[in-house]
């Protein structure tokens, strides 16, 4: 065998292999798709009946609108902060947008927080034990990257 058609046979082998690859990661679909969504995570630890899940989903419901309100808050004035940039900045007004991110971030884990305990509210007195060990792991549940399922 020469040179090029070991070069060839190399070259077809990566080639096969990478689309193969490729084909792997795009068609096959983790066998928990979803499962460990902080959502459902809380569904499964807190053993919720129907009637809780749908209260839980108006829950969520409420709970995204306040948090995108807020983060367009922070997205609006992290804008005006960063477009100062390129000017002359004024450090009070800069200031002032240091102050409203970290006040709307404040708030924003207010929102959180309360959340939490409307969740508490839905739980039946069985549950409520569940849900200080889920309290426990909030943190490291929502620490996480998570999309929303679709």
């Given at each position: 065998?020469n ?15 990478n689309?193969l690859?490729?084909?792997?990661m795009?068609?096959?679909?983790p066998p928990n ?10 569904i499964?630890r807190l053993?919720?009946d129907?009637k809780?899940?749908?209260?839980f989903?108006?829950l ?11 983060s367009?808050?922070i ?8 477009s100062?940039l390129?000017?002359s900045?004024?450090?009070?007004k800069t200031?002032?947008?240091?102050h ?9 884990e ?41």
């Amino acid at each position: 065998m020469n040179k090029n058609k070991f070069y060839i046979l190399i070259i077809v082998f990566l080639l096969v292999s990478n689309l193969l690859l490729v084909g792997f990661m795009v068609f096959r679909r983790p066998p928990n798709a979803g499962g460990d969504h902080p959502k459902f995570v809380i569904i499964e630890r807190l053993h919720f009946d129907k009637k809780q899940i749908y209260q839980f989903e108006e829950l969520i419901k409420i709970h995204r609108a306040n948090i995108e309100e807020r983060s367009e808050e922070i997205k609006k004035a992290k804008n005006e902060l960063y477009s100062g940039l390129s000017g002359s900045s004024n450090m009070e007004k800069t200031d002032s947008l240091f102050h409203v991110i970290a006040k709307t971030q404040a708030e924003i884990e207010k929102i959180h927080f309360n959340h939490f305990k409307e969740i508490q509210s839905i739980c039946h007195p069985n549950q409520l034990e569940d849900y200080k060990e889920l309290t426990g792991e909030i943190a490291q549940l929502f620490g996480r990257n998570h999309q929303r399922p679709r």
